[in-house]
Each structure stands twice: as structure tokens, then as C-alpha cells.
């Protein structure tokens, strides 16, 4: 799942670099893959359910921070 996600994060960043408009559809379809997810891994009992859901919380933060890093930079070339 790692080698997956660090592959969709360089994906977005490069996205959301080239064409920022059109990198916020992908950015919140992944998001919305990996909510799903802790959702579905947060209804176990008890600290499992933290524990389990943890990894889709973090791919959350990831997908985020890339595509949004990706705009930034664009923003701050010259052209």
C-alpha cells in the first residue's frame, strides 16, 4: 500500500503542477477512496479501530499535502 500511495502522491504533485485546476478532481477522488477506508477499518473495537484506520488517515494527509505543494509551487514560478 505504501509503494501505491507514494506513486499516487508524485502523480497529484506533478498533476496538480502542469494543470492545477484540473488536479483537484483526482486529489479528491483518492481522498475519497482512502475515507472509505478509515471508515471501514475505524468500526473495529476499541484502540483496533484507531490502530487500523491510521494508515488511511496518514494517505489522507499525504494526498493533500501533495497536490496542494504541486499548486504552490506553480504559483511561486515566474511565468
Do not use: N
Not at 499516487?8 to 475515507?35: K, M, N, W, Y
Not at 488511511?56 to 504541486?70: H, K, L, T
Not at 504552490?72 to 514560478?77: L, T, W, Y
Amino acid at each position: 500500500m505504501a509503494v501505491a500511495l507514494v506513486a499516487i502522491c508524485l502523480v497529484l504533485a506533478v498533476l496538480a503542477f502542469l494543470l492545477p485546476r484540473f488536479s483537484r478532481h483526482p486529489e479528491r477522488g483518492t481522498q475519497r477512496s482512502l475515507g472509505a477506508g478509515t471508515r471501514v477499518t475505524g468500526k473495529a473495537p476499541g484502540p483496533l479501530g484507531r490502530l487500523f484506520s491510521k494508515p488511511f488517515r496518514s494517505g489522507s494527509r499525504a494526498v493533500s499535502r501533495s497536490g496542494s505543494a504541486g499548486r504552490r509551487a506553480r504559483g511561486r514560478m515566474p511565468f
